[in-house]
């Protein structure tokens, strides 16, 4: 898990708040909470299974509904975080979505940092998204697709968010794997109090291959689930303004061992990249004849990708060969 907030000041979202004038200080508060501390059911509340200690809650897409939740508070900067472990076998149509917006607040400019999980057929994997919206930029999906090193079916991996004044990051497990400088999205960056949101759904008119595969209930209930619930953020109040003891809260979160990209940061995030994305807006030239200032096109890259975004097929077989010869250099190293 990524080193969070034991050596960072924010307000405690476990109803832990700093005065003003310690802001700055340095705030020891444990990285996971328990449901309640947090959370409220959002939607299909009969789907939502909560486990005895209540640190890890399971939502469902059946046949009667879908499910989520949303957090108790909204905030303004902060990093979020969970461990999910996502349903397994026909998993067509089905979306797993963990992400922070506003919309139910500023309905035609409203902000979102998503991790959009999609299903598949059974054999092929599940494909993870992200996407960056600001100020109701959804005409202008900043949307990136990859494929995952593990089975997120068997077992738990962390999914976070980081969301500063000056950048957003996304991260799996402890790798970054998308930075956004607020200086090159210039107005599209999101700007204000969103709350964090989990839910699934059925998204079979677009989630696999455009629409082509629907969800089939035959193979639910499909189950995801979320544990190490973390949560470190600056809270507001229902006025949207920053509490009291807030203050100071945005440097810190911006100060946070998340979001400094060290060079060792960058490389593990460029090779996540290099071997695991398999859209991108930025090579979109189809959607956007105009790359986006915070593109960072890579030569090397842009052969990979078609003028349509995704990766090119022959890539993609490259990328499997890869990862079958690693993984089989590594078991004879093991023997």
């Known amino acids: 898990m990524l080193r969070l907030v034991a050596s960072i000041a924010l307000v405690a979202v476990v109803s832990v708040l700093l005065p003003a004038s310690s802001a700055a200080a340095v705030l020891n508060v444990t990285a996971t909470v328990a449901f309640q501390e947090v959370y409220t059911p959002l939607f299909g509340f009969n789907n939502i299974l909560r486990s005895a200690d209540d640190r890890t809650v399971s939502i469902l897409l059946d046949r009667s509904t ?32 963990f992400y922070t917006s506003n919309a139910h607040v500023y309905e035609k400019r409203h902000d979102e940092l998503d991790f959009e999980f ?76 969103m709350s964090l949101y989990a839910t699934v759904w059925d998204g079979s008119n677009w989630a696999t291959s455009g629409g082509r595969y629907r969800v089939n209930y035959h193979y639910g209930p499909f189950v995801a689930s ?9 809270r507001v109040d229902q006025n949207q303004m920053l509490l009291p003891a807030a203050q100071g809260c945005a440097e810190a979160v911006a100060a946070a061992d998340p979001a400094v990209m060290t060079l060792a940061k960058l490389q593990a995030m460029r090779r996540f990249r290099e071997r695991n994305m398999v859209y991108s807006y930025c090579y979109d030239t189809r959607r956007y004849p105009v790359p986006f200032a915070e593109c960072d096109l890579v030569d090397s890259e842009r052969k990979m990708f078609k003028d349509s975004g995704h990766l090119r097929r022959p890539a993609l077989r490259r990328r499997r060969a890869g990862r079958r010869t690693a993984r089989a250099a590594g078991a004879k190293a093991d023997m």
């Not at 090193?149 to 980081?162: A, C, M, N, V």
């Not at 979320?226 to 600056?234: I, N, V, Y």
């Open 66 to 97: 879908g499910s989520g939740f949303i957090s108790s508070s909204m905030y303004h900067h902060g990093f979020f975080s969970a461990s999910i472990k996502l349903p397994s076998d026909y998993t067509a149509g089905v979306v797993v979505a």
């Open 118 to 193: 999609l299903g598949n057929i059974r054999g092929k994997p599940w494909r993870v998204q992200t996407n960056v919206y600001g100020n109701g930029s959804v005409s202008r999906g900043r949307e990136e697709r990859y494929v995952l090193p593990f089975d997120p079916t068997t077992e738990f991996h962390r999914y976070s968010i980081l969301w500063t004044r000056h950048a957003v990051a996304f991260y799996v497990d402890d790798v970054p794997v998308r930075h956004v400088s607020r200086s090159r999205a210039a107005g599209d960056f999101p700007a204000k109090p």
């Open 226 to 234: 979320f544990t190490d619930l973390a949560l470190a953020a600056c």
